[in-house]
């Protein structure tokens, strides 16, 4: 079953903050978030495992709360390289690997 | 360079009229995905392998078939494409470890049926 995603759009300015969330009903043991550009293949941010591990990556930070089968991403002072698709992707309990809808982000100057 | 690669990238076809999608990587992957992109509908599974000769359905295998008989090559047929599969798809590899699952995608192939 596919993950949520919320929001579905959203547009900040340059050196604003933005929180995507991911969301699932199932039972987690990982979450993995990717970035895709326009017209260009998705491409991995970090992979968070069962453990409520929480994983940073420059500007680019993630939690996992497996109790409430939730991950955010946090994006930090944004760029405007940080414009793009984001996805989350999945893997539970008798579940294989699944992505959510995306989340669409536009940073503008 | 490590990569995916698909053939052909860009790809107009009639109603029933067989075709070949083909993804190879250079990698030494073990687990290899075709997905396919709808607007609104994120990154669909088509089908996956886990390894030579083991493939298995994902959420959407219904018209595709696929053939895993070399490690490094996994590729996408239809056999009777319709315009419902018009699409955007993208072949993806990793390796078979769940601390580094990271996957790695093709450029991707549009397939437009008419």
């Known amino acids: 079953q596919q993950p949520v995603q919320s929001p579905q759009a959203v547009i900040l300015r340059e050196g604003e903050d933005a929180v995507i969330n991911c969301s699932s009903s199932k039972a987690l043991y990982s979450v993995h978030w990717y970035r895709q550009k326009h017209g260009e293949a998705p491409v991995f941010l970090m992979i968070?495992?069962?453990?409520?591990e929480q994983k940073g990556h420059e500007k680019i930070s993630a939690s996992f709360n497996e109790k409430k089968q939730q991950s955010s991403l946090y994006l930090t002072a944004s760029q405007l390289s940080y414009s793009g698709t984001y996805f989350c992707?999945?893997?539970?309990?008798?579940?294989?690997?699944?992505f959510g809808p995306g989340t669409r982000l536009s940073v503008l100057p | 360079e490590a990569q995916v690669t698909q053939n052909p990238r860009y790809l107009i076809t009639v109603t029933g009229k067989k075709l070949t999608v083909t993804c190879s990587q250079n990698?030494?992957?073990?687990?290899m995905s075709w997905y396919r992109q709808d607007p609104g509908l994120g990154l669909r599974q088509i089908y996956y392998s886990m390894n030579v000769e083991v493939t298995d359905k994902g959420d959407v295998p219904e018209g595709y078939k696929v053939s895993r008989k070399e490690k490094r090559n996994f590729p996408l047929i239809l056999e009777s494409p319709s315009p419902n599969q018009t699409s955007l798809y993208f072949c993806?590899?990793?390796?078979?470890?769940?601390?580094?699952?990271?996957?790695?995608f093709g450029p991707g192939t549009r397939l437009t049926v008419t």
């Open positions: 968070l495992l069962k453990g409520g």
């Open positions: 990698m030494n992957h073990e687990y």
């Open positions: 993806a590899s990793s390796l078979l470890n769940r601390i580094s699952y990271e996957q790695y």
């Open positions: 992707g999945t893997e539970g309990d008798g579940q294989n690997f699944v």
